[in-house]
């Protein structure tokens, strides 16, 4: 099943480059990635393997690096636990990749980090954000914030911005990404002067939250932060809207999808999350890489977790060229030293835990598209 | 005391969705001693089936509207009696003779193979697709209260259910024939009854009751994927033991009561992560009181 969604998700092109069995002896640099391609987080790995692919494709059209080019294989890991630590050895020991690009959730990306250190293989997650993912070893990196800058900035955006003194939060307990965000906002809000008016839980994969919203409701707060996935952020918001829980809701990054808008309709519109980019911000850069995505992928309009599938696959480029060599300590090197990586997702530095310090923004649902708000840098 | 009562609401809402789907469950239970596991899928399938059909239904009838909902659970519940007789037909007749363990296994073997199958990207998909609104729906603001009209619907539908299959079971020719086969499936055969048919009779009508159940839950919570009957199926059977299986108004009351534990167990701030297990707790203290559940009657096995 694996191998039929795998060639359903990647082009011909890189099928019969695969189909040669390539190798890294030869003339061109294996690279492996794991992604949710198919589950319950499947925009996310779609995206991001989207994003992956057109930086992969870009790199070759531009002659590679090293006077090789790349070479893409990809793992579905279906949304479920277990599955990237399989997926994950298959690519390092049977396929020998010289890095891993993956995943987006933390949890995922918690299982195969311990396998990609075991082998001294550089991971580069795109779009990981809990702090632990790259706690696991010095060959993990990731290009995208992290949870602790993600929760404060949420944390000043309740208080400067929805001028909220009482937040409810209402957190995925089965998610690491979830109760990390949840933890480093409720830290930096009540450090702000906030108060946490009360503090629900829920399952991801739930359908009825409504015990825990009317809680809420009869906690009176001014806005409440859930910092869950779109699927059942979706729900959660048409449930809160049912119950008369008429106040802003807003969340992380993993907020974003379209999946959202499809489900929560007129639910969503009027929330608030911080996300890694915005596919309306004016910079060049942003520009060149929307127009360009957009060609590829018959018009749809990159999020930002095509961004940073996009920009985990160019730092890594940019890493292999760096370091001369594609030796698993030489790129590990090259990464760790970067100072000045010039993504779409905005200028990044990788600091001394091998996070990247950049900015982040934050979008609102209106008119049943995101909408661009504000940026915050670090 | 407004808290109190918004959750008694929710509860009821939620229980009655388990009191639903346990009817199925224990009327299969009722006819053939064993548990169809493969109800919560079907579960699934009923939410599904409306999902592809909408579109067309809507092209006929505006929606949402009464008349285009009832054409499509009407449809649906169609599909999904006919999918319940085929599962019946080839997965567990070739077994009726076997022990009941054996049939048991099957029917995980049953609802493991829809559930994967239907994650195929050729199938459904494992992504989770935005159920179409097929009722207009509306909040009734009652005392500082609201009360969902789909909400009410599902107690509605569901009184209504239990009503009808109560009717079906105690005063219909058919249920006299099912009660026969439950009673003693070769006795019932030597009287002229054809187990067959109503066995599959009796899938049919468990799996239409779960079709009914997947497009209400789906309009309660509008994103349907290939395995949200897990967890609901899951909670439903739990309510059919604890209401006493095989006993319909017991399915009811077992679903409306772990609904309702659900529910205040959940609205506890700071203790919402442990809902399932203090709602299970409870379950299981009860159980030791009463083993045969709710409104079960104690049987002697003979040995």
Redesign the interface.
């Known amino acids: 099943m694996r191998d039929l969604l795998f060639h359903g998700a990647c082009s011909a092109i890189i099928l019969t480059l695969t189909a040669c069995g390539g190798g890294n002896s030869g003339s061109t640099i294996l690279v492996g990635e794991f992604a949710s391609l198919t589950g319950k987080e499947a925009t996310f790995g779609i995206s991001s393997h989207e994003g992956t692919q057109l930086a992969i494709e870009e790199l070759n059209a531009a002659g590679g690096v090293l006077g090789k080019k790349f070479e893409l294989k990809t793992e579905d890991d279906q949304s479920k636990a277990g599955e990237p630590a399989n997926v994950v050895n298959k690519l390092i020991s049977k396929d020998g990749v010289v890095a891993i690009l993956g995943e987006v959730a933390s949890s995922r990306s918690l299982e195969a980090a311990p396998i990609a250190q075991q082998n001294k293989i550089p991971m580069i997650s795109p779009a990981s954000t809990n702090p632990k993912v790259t706690e696991t070893g010095d060959y993990i990196f990731r290009v995208c914030f992290i949870d602790p800058f993600q929760g404060t900035v949420m944390a000043n955006f309740a208080t400067k911005t929805l001028k909220a003194k009482k937040v409810a939060v209402f957190t995925d307990v089965k998610s690491d990404y979830s109760k990390g965000l949840a933890k480093f906002f409720k830290e930096g809000f009540t450090k702000a002067g906030g108060t946490i008016a009360g503090e629900l839980d829920f399952n991801g994969g739930d359908k009825d939250f409504k015990a825990q919203l009317t809680a809420i409701k009869s906690a009176a707060p001014d806005a409440v932060f859930v910092p869950g996935y779109y699927t059942d952020v979706a729900l959660i918001c048409i449930q809160a809207k049912q119950l008369g829980l008429n106040v802003p809701l807003f969340g992380g990054d993993g907020w974003e999808s379209e999946t959202l808008l499809n489900i929560g309709k007129d639910a969503v519109e009027g929330h608030y999350f911080s996300t890694h980019y915005a596919a309306d911000a004016a910079s060049p850069k942003v520009t060149a890489f929307v127009a360009a995505y957009k060609k590829r992928y018959n018009g749809k309009v990159p999020d930002a977790m095509a961004a940073l599938g996009y920009d985990s696959a160019m730092f890594l480029a940019d890493g292999i060229k760096r370091a001369g060599s594609t030796d698993g300590d030489k790129i590990r090197e090259a990464l760790a030293a970067t100072t000045d990586f010039d993504a779409v997702t905005g200028k990044m530095r990788i600091n001394e835990h091998r996070d990247a310090v950049k900015s982040a923004v934050i979008l609102q649902v209106k008119g049943g598209a995101f909408k661009y708000l504000e940026t915050v840098s670090p | 005391m407004?808290?109190f009562l918004?959750?008694l609401i929710?509860?009821l809402?939620?229980g009655s969705i388990y009191a639903l789907i346990a009817l199925g469950y224990t009327m299969v239970y009722g006819v053939l001693r064993f548990i169809n596991f493969a109800h919560s899928d079907v579960l699934m399938l009923g939410a599904f089936s409306a999902y592809y059909v909408a579109p067309a239904i809507e092209k006929v009838l505006p929606l949402p509207s009464v008349l285009g909902a009832l054409v499509i659970i009407l449809i649906s519940t169609l599909i999904c009696a006919g999918i319940g007789m085929l599962i019946e037909f080839l997965a567990y007749r070739p077994l009726r003779n076997r022990p009941k363990l054996t049939v048991l296994i099957t029917a995980i073997g049953v609802s493991l193979f829809i559930e994967f199958t239907c994650?195929?990207?050729s199938v459904f998909?494992?992504?989770?697709k935005?159920f179409p609104q097929l009722l207009p729906a509306t909040?009734f603001?009652v005392l500082g209260l609201?009360i969902?009209s789909n909400d009410l619907l599902v107690v509605f539908i569901t009184a209504i259910l239990l009503t009808a299959l109560w009717f079906i079971v105690q005063r219909t020719k058919m249920g006299t024939a099912m009660r026969a086969v439950s009673f003693n499936q070769q006795a019932a055969a030597l009287m002229g009854v054809n187990i067959n048919k109503i066995i599959s009779f009796t899938f049919g009508l468990g799996s239409a009751l779960a079709a009914i159940a997947g497009i209400l839950?789906a309009l309660?919570?509008?994103?349907i994927?290939p395995?949200?009957g897990v967890?609901?199926g899951l909670r439903a059977f739990v309510a059919a033991v604890l209401g006493g299986i095989g006993n319909l108004p017991g399915a009811a009351l077992g679903g409306l009561l772990l609904g309702l534990l659900?529910?205040?167990?959940?609205?506890?701030?700071?203790l919402?992560?442990y809902?399932?297990g203090i709602a299970f707790a409870i379950l299981i203290l009860i159980l030791l009181f009463k083993p045969a559940g709710l409104l079960g009657k104690a049987t002697i096995e003979k040995v």
Request: glycine share 14%; net charge negative; hydrophobic share 25%.
């Open positions: 407004e808290w918004q959750q929710n509860g809402a939620l994650q195929h990207k998909g494992a992504d989770t935005p909040d603001h609201i969902s839950y309660k919570a509008p994103g994927e395995l949200m967890q609901p659900e529910t205040f167990a959940g609205g506890i701030s700071g919402s992560n809902r399932d």
